[in-house]
């Protein structure tokens, strides 16, 4: 059982260009999430969804876009990279409720904007 | 606006000792996670909260909730040091799965 699986681990970008982070979750999972890390500053949502078809904004959205044409899949896009987006980006999803273990976190992608 | 906010955000002690971690947040929600994070690694869900007056035990580690105070606790009991991580409260807003986090209390639990 894989769990919550984010490519690449580690990525390097030019300011301007794009790229996608992939997360894909064999759960079943109803929702997914996309957070970033910053030090000291602790996760910050960026995008969300509560089910195939259905996305909306978190606390950091800009820069960012999402789909979900799929319960398994929650891609990430960067559309046009800037520095401050360097950061360690995680992917969660849970059930819709997310009572019973909370949520269930992939191993990240760490962000290198130069 | 919106604030979930941990302290102490630095947390050094010694094997033995004991100590408690705070999570205060300022909207309403009856759902309060706990998650651990070892350095260059993914987040560990230790508790989940569900209710005001709930209360949940892992070995040393104990964390309750009080909803009408909006404080969750997370308690170290005779800490030792594979206890040392980052601890992060993460709040439910409005109950609705848009989870906003705590900045983090570093844990280091020295011999």
């Known amino acids: 059982n894989a769990g919550v699986t984010q490519t690449p681990k580690f990525q390097v970008l030019k300011t301007g260009q794009s790229m996608t982070l992939q997360c894909a979750q064999d759960?079943?999972?109803?929702?997914m999430s996309w957070y970033r890390q910053d030090p000291g500053m602790g996760l910050r949502l960026i995008h969300y969804s509560v089910g195939a078809g259905i996305t909306d904004q978190g606390e950091v959205p800009n820069g960012y876009n999402v789909s979900r044409s799929t319960t398994e899949d929650f891609p990430l896009r960067l559309l046009s990279a800037a520095p401050s987006q360097t950061s360690v980006y995680f992917c969660a999803s849970s059930t819709r409720t997310g009572k019973v273990d909370g949520y269930t976190f992939g191993s990240g992608t760490r962000l290198t904007v130069v | 606006e919106l604030k979930v906010e941990q302290n102490p955000l630095f947390l050094s002690m010694q094997e033995g000792k004991n100590y408690t971690i705070y999570c205060n947040y300022s909207?309403?929600?009856?759902?309060l996670y706990w998650y651990r994070q070892d350095p260059g690694k993914s987040l560990e869900s230790l508790f989940v909260?569900?209710?005001?007056?709930a209360v949940k035990q892992e070995g040393r580690l104990m964390a309750s909730l009080d909803t009408k105070a909006r404080l969750s606790t997370l308690h170290i009991t005779a800490a030792v040091h594979d206890l040392s991580a980052t601890y992060f409260c993460a709040v439910d807003i409005y109950n609705n799965n848009d989870m906003r986090f705590g900045a983090g209390t570093r844990l280091t639990v020295k011999p």
């Open positions: 909260l569900l209710s005001n007056g």
């Open positions: 909207t309403t929600s009856d759902r």
């Open positions: 759960m079943n999972h109803e929702y």
